[in-house]
């Protein structure tokens, strides 16, 4: 759907989400699996993107859209290659416990055009050419206010709309942080001269250019001398930098793409106010290096999109939504911390060279290498869930299953992004008739033993619950304690028990998932 659809086709959603990036249409997407009605505004008249942003994808990624069923899509259209590094340090993962020990090349057009595919099939609407200008919530829901004087109402609004973010300022929410202290340019020109090939280090910083071994135009990235310009380049601030660094210009010309982006690292101080929610670029922004941005933001959208459909649909209470900010928050710090330690090591000066020299070192260490390679592909992430089985608070592995219906993969069984308690010991023995509107029983067996990246091999439960992000919720070891309590506070209370939620958005609910 596109800038022509009536402002009477925008007269309400269960959740309105600002921003077409990877963010936004993955929430879209998982929303929708929960038949929650959602829509998308997005300023953009078309999928068409300033600047080349993010260009691949780490293993975690893959394996979330590998739960969904999509990974093949994504597969298809990028390059499998060694992607995890650390400060350019680069991170082989190709011995991980993993079905997807690798990273994919694929600039963020094809993503956003793969991912925006996904959605269409669910009927999502994007409203594209619409910019959200303000906000203004109460305890019913939010009025989204559009350029050229539309208004928009909706249960919830989550706001995927990038590191300037007009839903985080509107709400409230501050955005606490490092400030800028170097800014570059990444573009895509055509040069009337031969430039000089290659990465350049100087005072400034990393400079390169290249051009795609299949031809088309060169690709720059040099860093500016100041870092106090927050507006888009033009071609004239890429000449001016060009020159700077390399004492010419090169003749450049016919941009294809220029963008510009700083170390900036800022981190939204809470995800949620009412009901207006972040993720993304709009809950946190850092420098590009290691190119753990879009990751986050997609797995920030998986993290949150069961959670708030049940809200909406009245199935948890409105409480279960600051787990989304418990658990995710503390991920994007992490991020912040490591891409500033990269920004750093990075620097040109022969003192950081040394530094950096001892870290590769030590990088090449085993446990070191794991550790790291671990973190920079996102196959680590542990919810605080309390203390059990290493399994708990983890990405559930994709074992291969024998199941009553034949051999099963457990991303397989996450395809619908229904929860799952999986029953590796006596069948029959679980009773899930109160929660069975909402939870897949499985029966199964597999081997005794799981493998965890960097953890290692570890014994395997005879049960677990599988929250539909793909991560553990509650292991069985030999007893059924806990599990009521671990149901309840993840998907609701029973069937037939007095419940405090209620539907949030009862107008709103397709309740066809």
């Known amino acids: 759907m596109d800038a022509a659809v009536s402002n009477a086709a925008m007269a309400g959603h269960a959740v309105v989400i600002a921003g077409a990036g990877p963010t936004g249409l993955m929430l879209a997407g998982e929303l929708a699996l929960a038949g929650v009605d959602v829509a998308i505004v997005e300023r953009r008249a078309s999928q068409d993107l300033v600047g080349l942003r993010a260009g691949g994808l780490h293993a975690r990624t893959i394996e979330l859209f590998d739960q969904r069923g999509i990974a093949e899509r ?94 985080r300022k509107a709400a409230g929410i501050d955005f606490p942080g490092a400030e800028p202290t170097s800014s570059s340019i990444i573009a895509e020109v055509e040069m009337a001269e031969e430039p000089q090939w290659g990465v350049r280090r100087d005072a400034l910083g990393v400079h390169g250019i290249s051009r795609h071994e299949n031809g088309g135009p060169l690709r720059v990235l040099v860093c500016e001398q100041s870092c106090d310009r927050t507006s888009e380049p033009t071609l004239r601030d890429l000449s001016a930098a060009l020159t700077a660094v390399y004492g010419t210009d090169y003749g450049v010309h016919s941009p294809t793409s220029i963008s510009r982006f700083t170390d900036a690292a800022r981190q939204a101080a809470s995800y949620r106010s009412g009901r207006v929610l972040l993720a993304g670029d709009a809950a946190h922004i850092h420098p590009p290096v290691g190119g753990q941005g879009l990751q986050i933001g997609v797995q920030d959208a998986v993290n949150l999109g069961w959670k708030l459909a049940q809200v909406v649909k009245g199935t948890s209470p409105a409480a279960l939504l600051d787990t ?64 059990g089985h290493p399994l708990l608070g983890r990405r559930m592995p994709d074992l291969d299953l024998v199941t009553p219906d034949g051999p099963r993969r457990v991303f397989a069984l996450l395809h619908r992004a229904r929860p799952i308690l999986l029953n590796l010991g006596e069948a029959g023995r679980f009773d899930i008739a109160p929660w069975a509107d909402r939870l897949r029983l499985i029966d199964a067996t597999y081997a005794n033993f799981c493998e965890l990246p960097v953890v290692g091999a570890v ?34 209370e029973p069937a037939g028990a007095p419940s405090a939620a209620r539907s949030e958005c009862p ?3 397709r309740r066809s998932g």
């Open 459 to 492: 014994a395997l439960p005879d049960a677990v619950l599988i929250r539909p992000d793909g991560h553990v919720a509650w292991v069985g070891e030999g007893t059924r304690a806990g599990l009521a309590e671990a149901l309840t506070r993840w998907f609701g």
């Open 74 to 167: 994504f597969l298809a259209r990028g390059q499998v290659a060694q992607v995890a590094g650390f400060a350019w340090i680069r991170l082989d993962i190709s011995d991980f416990p993993t079905r997807h020990p690798y990273g994919l090349a694929l600039w963020q057009i094809e993503i956003e055009r793969i991912l925006e595919q996904w959605t269409r099939e669910f009927d999502v609407p994007i409203y594209r050419g619409r910019e959200v200008i303000d906000i203004a919530q109460d305890e019913a829901g939010v009025d989204i206010m559009l350029a050229g004087g539309m208004r928009l109402r909706t249960g919830y609004l989550v706001g995927c709309d990038g590191g300037r973010s007009t839903v």
């Open 324 to 387: 989304y900010h418990a658990e995710r928050h503390p991920v994007a710090a992490l991020v912040l911390r490591n891409a500033m330690a990269q920004m750093a090591l990075l620097r040109a000066d022969e003192r950081t060279g040394a530094l950096r020299d001892c870290v590769a070192d030590l990088l090449s260490i085993d446990q070191a290498r794991k550790r790291f390679a671990a973190m920079m592909s996102g196959l680590d992430i542990r919810y605080d869930l309390g203390e």
């Open 507 to 509: 107008c709103f609910d």
